[in-house]
């Protein structure tokens, strides 16, 4: 089921939530709306899901016009951060609840409701806990049977809003790669919702940025990491220096005021100067697992400068180039990213 997007406008009071949204999600895509707390993300999910409405604009499911039709005829399967499984039921009757409660004429059997839950368990690696009750579980596992339960009723669109939220990282982590692996089973169309870059760049196909109710970029992973459409993009998706000023490139580039931005791993350390560089005295290391990041003032304009590297490499710089606090190098960015500036 393909979700289409046009021309949404919503806005609650004089807070503008959602500013002229366009969006194409083809059929069986995993699609995550990405971008900073209040920039719109969860509105433009109920509005898919028709749990709200727009004050004008269009949402079409499957090419056809679905703005003004119930959360019920969209079906939807939903997930929320804090999901409310019934306490009073089992894991297995809590999959069931949606099948049981169809309308008769259209309501499944007792065996292929019994056949179509013990399928979803079984989707969900949790087969073996049927018959226990949600307060026995992990909040992991209270996830996955949120998911079964959504499923449960074979919806078209699954909306995920911050599905993981509430759960270590750990946890977060190994449900991510379980999700995508139940994605590529079902080929759901899928929209989620997160805050966390990383969660998004690995889970879905293509990540949807947003920022003060506008999409900023649409993309694969890939794709808006190497090629950020704007600054906040590029800033949103990591750590990145932010220079002021004209770094050493090729002639022809535009006077005057100039900004360039350099994530931490496109920074060399150099024990000499070469053209381009900045000489740089070393003020802080800080290793967390493989990676270290060593902090730099360079030595003109006293500005900082983070610069990541792996730990073996800044082992290696450590012992025979005596990179240590207080030592000086030279700093030379591999590659900078530069943004049209508004006239
Ligand atoms: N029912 C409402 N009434 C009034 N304002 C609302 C309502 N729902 C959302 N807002 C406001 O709309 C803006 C966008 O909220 P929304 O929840 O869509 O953002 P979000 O990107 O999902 O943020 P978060 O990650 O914090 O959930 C916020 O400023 C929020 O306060």
């Known amino acids: 089921m393909s979700i289409e997007v046009r021309h949404l406008h919503k806005r609650f009071g004089a807070t503008v939530v959602c500013d002229d949204l366009n969006l194409d999600i083809p059929s069986g895509e995993l699609v995550a709306l990405l971008g900073p707390s209040g920039s719109g993300k969860t509105t433009l999910l109920r509005?898919?899901?028709?749990?709200?409405?727009?004050?004008?604009?269009?949402?079409?499911?499957?090419?056809?016009?679905?703005?003004?039709?119930?959360?019920?005829?969209?079906?939807?399967?939903?997930?929320?951060?804090?999901?409310?499984?019934?306490?009073?039921?089992?894991?297995?009757?809590?999959?069931?609840?949606?099948?049981?409660?169809?309308?008769?004429?259209?309501?499944?059997?007792?065996?292929?409701?019994?056949?179509?839950?013990?399928?979803?368990?079984?989707?969900?690696?949790l087969d073996w806990i049927a018959d226990r009750y949600p307060h026995q579980l992990s909040g992991g596992q209270r996830q996955r049977i949120a998911l079964a339960r959504a499923l449960a009723v074979e919806p078209r669109v699954l909306l995920l809003d911050e599905p993981f939220g509430a759960l270590d990282a750990k946890v977060r982590k190994d449900l991510r790669r379980?999700?995508?692996?139940?994605?590529?089973?079902?080929?759901?169309?899928?929209?989620?919702?997160?805050?966390?870059?990383?969660?998004?760049?690995?889970?879905?196909?293509?990540?949807?940025?947003?920022?003060?109710?506008r999409i900023e970029q649409v993309g694969a992973p890939d794709e808006v990491y190497d090629h950020p459409a704007t600054p906040f993009v590029l800033q949103f998706l990591g750590d990145v220096n932010v220079f002021h000023g004209r770094l050493s490139h090729g002639p022809g580039s535009p006077a005057g005021e100039e900004v360039s931005y350099v994530r931490p791993h496109e920074i060399e350390v150099l024990a000499q100067p070469v053209p381009g560089s900045w000489a740089a005295v070393l003020s802080q290391v800080l290793t967390v697992g493989p990676r270290t990041r060593v902090e730099f003032r360079r030595q003109d304009d006293g500005s900082y400068v983070d610069v990541e590297l792996p730990r073996e490499e800044y082992l290696r710089l450590r012992e025979h180039?005596?990179?240590?606090?207080?030592?000086?190098?030279?700093?030379?960015?591999r590659r900078a990213t530069r943004f049209a500036q508004a006239a």
Do not use: C
Request: hydrophobic letters at 40%.
């Open 47 to 125: 509005i898919i899901a028709g749990l709200e409405q727009p004050d004008s604009g269009a949402v079409l499911f499957h090419g056809e016009e679905a703005t003004h039709t119930s959360v019920r005829e969209r079906n939807v399967g939903f997930v929320f951060q804090h999901y409310a499984l019934f306490n009073h039921m089992t894991i297995f009757e809590n999959v069931a609840f949606g099948l049981r409660v169809r309308p008769r004429a259209t309501r499944p059997s007792e065996r292929e409701i019994r056949a179509k839950v013990s399928e979803l368990l079984r989707l969900v690696q």
């Open 178 to 213: 379980w999700l995508r692996r139940l994605h590529d089973e079902m080929h759901v169309t899928t929209v989620f919702v997160t805050h966390d870059q990383e969660e998004a760049m690995e889970v879905a196909d293509r990540i949807v940025l947003m920022n003060h109710g």
């Open 321 to 333: 180039q005596g990179l240590r606090p207080g030592a000086t190098v030279h700093l030379r960015p």
